[in-house]
Structure formats: C-alpha cells, structure tokens
C-alpha cells in the first residue's frame, strides 16, 4: 500500500523530444556537404512538490564530403540537474545551463555556459548554449527581488562543432592554417580554476533589472606562436593565406565580468538595455600574439509584438582599450531580427541579420518552417556572411551555408 501511494504521488512528465534527419552545403568551404541525423530526449521528474529532476540528452550522427571525406557520431548529456525549491531560496545543482542577459542573440553578459558555433549559426544563440557542471543558490529576498550565487568548478571550452570538429567547415582556426600543428592548453581541473559570479535582479515599477559579475575563463582559445607568424590565425582571406612558420598555441585567459541589464514592456513595445565591461579579457592582435585589455559591450534594442508577428532591432558598441604596442578600437553593429506566423501558426519564418559599419562586415540567416502534422515539420534555412573585418562576422566570412532537415517530435 505504501509503495502505490509512494509511486502515485512521483509527478512525472511524459518524456519529449524530436528525431531529425538533415543535410547542409558549404559552397566557399569547397563545397562541403554534410548529412546530419539527431535524436534528441527530456524527462521531467518531480519526486516531491519543491524538488524537480531534469533529464535530457541526444545521439548524433555525420556524414561529410568535400576536401576530405569523413564520419562521426557522438553521444552527450546536454541536461542533469536536481532543483530544490522553497518560498524562500532555491538550490540547482548537476550539469546545465544558465541564462542572462535579455538582448537577442547577442547578449554582452551571457558568458556562464560556451558555445556551439555551428549551432549557433545553424539555430541561434538559444540552441548553442553547451552545459557545465554548476551548483546555483537563488534567495528571494521579496516578491520583487532576489540574489544568487553561481558555482562552476571545472572549465568547458567553446567547440566550432561538435562532430570531426577539426574538418568542420565553421573551424576556422583549421581552415586558415591546415598544415600546422594546434595546440590548446586548457585549464587544469583543479580549486584555483574555478569560476563563479553572482547576480541581483529586481523588479522597480515596471522595469525588471539586474547587475551580475562573473570570473572565468575565455570560451575559445588565443593563439601565439613563439616565432614571427606570417598571418593571422582567424584570417580566411586572400591577403593572408600564407602558412604560418611554427605550430601555435593556444590558451584560455581569464577575465572579469561585471554587468548589467534591463527591460521594460508598454503595451505591443517593449524596451531592452544591457552592458559588460570585461577587465583584463583576452584578444588576437592583427600579428599572431595575444593582447590583454580591458573591453565593454553593451546594447539597446526595442521589440513589438502585435497578432502573428514580432520584430526588433538593437544597436550594439563594441569598444576595446588601448594598450603598449596596440591601439583601441570602436565597433558599431545594427541587429534587426523578425518572427511571422502564417496560416494559424501552420508556417514560421525566422530572420537575423547583424551589419557592422566600422567593420563593413554582415551576417543574413533565414528559417522557414513548415508543419506538415501536428508532430513532424520541415525547415530551410540559409546563412550568407560578407565582409573581411576583424570582427566575429569577418572571421568567418567563407561560412555562408544553406540546410533543409525534417523533425519528427514525440
């Protein structure tokens, strides 16, 4: 009898996922074509009314041609966690992700989890995002505030793709120097590398805000090389083609994080504001070396929302402190993003597109969904980006990529 009522009172949510079935085309990474299938699960599990288990994960399978003809299939947790929560506080601790920042796609304090880039070319940031090991305490203070604490003891670095990632046409790192040896020295495992930060969010009026800070380490790694190079690693031009002398190596530097960020909603608009200032982060001079600096990102973007559609657009400033031997920089990017339904929400399509005038570098990407059943849908989608600046969008300039796949959801 105990056992029945034991079992009876375990709430549990049917499992969810999807099965996809896909193939994309590289027309400037010589003609690369790849053929991807994923099975992707989730369980929710709510033992007791305060506490929630989260499982997913997904298998993954890839087929490639062009410059080299290769395969891979891999198997990952993308979720485990257990979430304890009170009127009072609430403790997430397992293997996951957290979220801030409230920009699109682009968000300056979203720096806790690294990221997939061919995900998140392919889908957007929210898809990219890849899990580490963290322990999160929130306490509420009232209805209107609360303040956490985040723990990560051992470092992720951020991955081009994550299958035969040394051929993927996304890592540029391999595409502009195919012949030399890359190294990359990753944090150890160890107390004095572990990150964490924490975060105050209130609610004044009608204005959610919050500041955050977080230490850790750069998601992607800085190359030097111990001789004079004779190019750029993150260059895919034609003006630096030339291989470089010796191997490079690459490390991860730390940084602090200390930001901020708001959003306010009036009727169909809706007003967001967010800004980091990193001290002492990483980047790559134009000579292969890196350069220690202090740097801020912030951005203001408005949104509307009205029947079938939204649409927003945001301004974001990039700006770089000058050092010995390096001068400042100052970049300026529009971002303008839509969402449309048609047909009572039977067809979507999705755009992103991100201009940057001091770079004179833009990035395009279009997904057209349409759903053929309630649980299966096919989707298109299309990245274009131009420009050779030394900017993200400039750096993967040879990327421009077409995909169709369909899903089947249970």
């Not at 957007?124 to 303040?147: C, M, Q």
């Not at 004044?204 to 030097?224: C, E, K, N, Q, Y």
Request: hydrophobic residues 40%; glycine residues 10%; aromatic residues 10%.
């Amino acid at each position: 009898m105990t056992m029945c009522v034991t079992a009876a009172a375990i709430a549990q949510t049917p499992h969810r996922g999807y099965v996809s079935l896909g193939a994309d085309h590289f027309p400037n990474r010589e003609a690369t074509t790849e053929m991807r299938a994923r099975v992707f699960a989730e369980e929710e599990i709510d033992p007791t009314p305060k506490l929630l288990v989260t499982v997913s994960g997904f298998a993954e399978g890839l087929l490639r041609s062009g410059r080299k003809n290769t395969r891979d299939a891999i198997f990952r947790v993308q979720e485990g966690t257990l979430e304890f929560r009170t009127d009072r506080f609430e403790i997430l601790a397992g293997y996951g992700t957290v979220v801030w920042g409230v920009l699109d796609e682009l968000q300056p304090t979203d720096v806790v989890n690294p990221l997939d880039v061919s995900r998140f070319f392919f889908d957007g940031r929210g898809e990219a995002r890849l899990p580490v090991g963290l322990a999160r305490v929130r306490l509420f203070l009232s209805e209107n505030a609360s303040i956490e604490g985040l723990y990560v003891p051992f470092f992720r670095r951020g991955r081009f793709d994550q299958l035969d990632e040394p051929a993927s046409p996304f890592n540029i790192v391999t595409a502009a120097n195919p012949a030399q040896h890359i190294q990359e020295d990753e944090p150890a495992r160890s107390l004095r590398n572990a990150q964490g930060g924490g975060r105050l969010r209130v609610t004044t009026g009608r204005v959610d805000w919050s500041i955050s800070a977080f230490r850790g380490f750069d998601a992607f790694a800085l190359f030097s090389s111990p001789l004079q190079p004779r190019s750029a690693p993150f260059s895919t031009s034609e003006h630096s083609s030339a291989p470089f002398s010796t191997s490079i190596v690459g490390t991860f530097p730390r940084f602090t994080m200390v930001g901020g960020d708001f959003e306010t909603a009036r009727g169909n608009w809706g007003v967001r504001g967010e800004v980091a200032a990193f001290a002492r982060d990483g980047f790559h001079d134009p000579v292969l070396r890196t350069s220690i600096r202090d740097s801020m990102d912030a951005g203001l973007g408005v949104d509307r929302k009205a029947g079938e559609y939204r649409v927003s657009g945001t301004i974001l400033l990039h700006h770089e402190a000058s050092v010995t031997g390096s001068t400042g920089r100052t970049d300026v990017s529009l971002a303008l993003g839509s969402d449309r339904t048609f047909a009572r929400e039977r067809y979507q399509l999705r755009t992103f597109a991100v201009y940057s005038p001091t770079q004179e570098t833009a990035f395009l990407r279009a997904i057209a969904t349409a759903k053929l059943r309630d649980n299966v849908a096919v989707e298109g989608s299309g990245g274009w980006l131009a420009g050779d600046g030394t900017d993200l969008i400039g750096r993967f300039r040879d990327s421009d990529f077409v995909y169709a796949r369909v899903k089947y959801y249970f």
